[in-house]
């Protein structure tokens, strides 16, 4: 028996493969400090849970629901939008919650790109924008991100480019793994290069919060966004409910209606539980909940994180938003792992290696924040235990 040929074109995510290793690790007694995955520690806001618990309880809140998703998840979703990015969707038609933006990247591409067209994939990106495009036939195309413009696209280098098969564009700001911040100019660009050149701009917009105090920026704040453009957002990082797997996708209303097309052979709809209480955390989140969960802790944690990046002789931009810090190794290593490799086997945490995100990451290591101050801070000593 032979698997798809599909299986021959990915490997077993970084992530899945080595928290195998950690966890053998683990069993042999070494308490190894994960500093790798950005999965929020913390609890969603108090009404949400109770929120989830009420409906739960409900006799009649456990059939299949619509997989377009309930008319008050839509409707907080559209306010959520207008609230916090001043932009105006439609709930009805212009918004589709998602089980998470993972599923949306596999919906998204299936509705807008054939087998063997291309897609234009950031390096150093998300490796999900690459395995999904691979796994479902797509070419993936990468274009450049470099530190010394900001982590921005160089649009002058994109117009060189043959981008004649290019079906859709992945973009991510604020940017994982860098931290590079959201820009209007950013997003002018990229939608008049949409248009220029008839491709799909995809937002994924999930750390808009994290660390970040300025204005709330989306790429549907652009006049005519809306005709070229999808955003992803998530409730995974900015409302600490990565495990609820919820998500949205926003656009025109025909964009929405072709994802929806896919979506509704794929899956139903997510229990009404979870829909009617990230409703009610969309709704009820105070700006000083946001405050405190999306900047306050994350700015206490960022502080021993830069420790560790100082302790380890890297150098990292102090602007960068997000729950990671995203850091260039000493140039005595001859490649990031022989540094990795060394934080997990001596000082016993781990932190991953920017070569999974692609080319131009191969001299960067990313921290997560994601951590209690207390395990960021026994991670601090066990790395300055170490000579470096």
Not at 97 to 110: A, C, F, Q, R, V
Not at 121 to 130: E, F, H, I, K, L
Not at 166 to 174: C, D
Request: charged share 25%.
């Amino acid at each position: 028996m032979k698997p798809a040929n599909r299986i021959n074109e990915i490997q077993e995510y970084y992530f899945s493969r080595k928290l195998k290793e950690v966890a053998q690790l683990n069993a042999q007694g070494l308490d190894i400090i994960s500093l790798a995955i950005g999965s929020p520690d913390m609890p969603p806001s108090q009404q949400t849970i109770e929120k989830l618990c009420e409906v739960a309880k409900q006799s009649d809140a456990h059939g299949y629901q619509p997989t377009m998703g309930t008319p008050e998840l839509r409707e907080s979703m559209a306010n959520f939008y207008k609230k916090w990015y001043g932009v105006d969707i439609n709930p009805a038609t212009e918004i589709q919650p998602l089980i998470g933006s993972k599923e949306g990247i596999l919906h998204t591409t299936l509705a807008f790109v054939n087998p063997g067209e291309e897609v234009l994939v950031p390096n150093p990106g998300y490796p999900t924008y690459t395995s999904l495009s691979k796994i479902l036939g797509a070419k993936v195309v990468n274009y450049n991100l470099r530190e010394d413009n900001g982590w921005q696209p160089d649009f002058d280098e994109l117009e060189k480019m043959d981008l004649t098969n290019v079906r859709l564009m992945w973009v991510n700001y604020p940017n994982m793994p860098t931290g590079g911040n959201a820009c209007i100019e950013t997003y002018k660009r990229l939608v008049d290069f949409a248009k220029k050149h008839e491709i799909i701009v995809v937002n994924d917009n999930p750390y808009s919060f994290i660390l970040n105090e300025g204005e709330k920026l989306s790429i549907l704040q652009i006049p005519g966004a809306k005709d070229c453009c999808i955003e992803f957002n998530s409730m995974s990082k900015a409302f600490n409910m990565p495990g609820w797997r919820v998500g949205l996708c926003a656009s025109n209303s025909t964009f929405i209606s072709w994802i929806l097309k896919i979506k509704s052979n794929i899956d139903s709809g997510t229990f009404r539980g979870i829909q009617l209480a990230a409703a009610e955390a969309y709704n009820t989140n105070s700006e000083e909940w946001h405050q405190e969960y999306n900047v306050n802790v994350y700015r206490r944690r960022r502080d021993i994180a830069e420790d560790i990046m100082k302790t380890l002789g890297c150098e990292f931009d102090k602007q960068q938003v997000g729950m990671f810090l995203w850091g260039k190794i000493p140039e005595k290593y001859s490649n990031v792992e022989e540094l990795t490799e060394r934080v997990l086997h001596e000082a016993r945490v781990f932190i991953t290696p920017g070569l999974i995100f692609g080319s131009n990451g191969k001299r960067y290591v990313r921290i997560s924040l994601c951590a209690k101050d207390e395990k960021l801070k026994t991670a601090l000593d066990r790395i300055k235990a170490i000579e470096w």
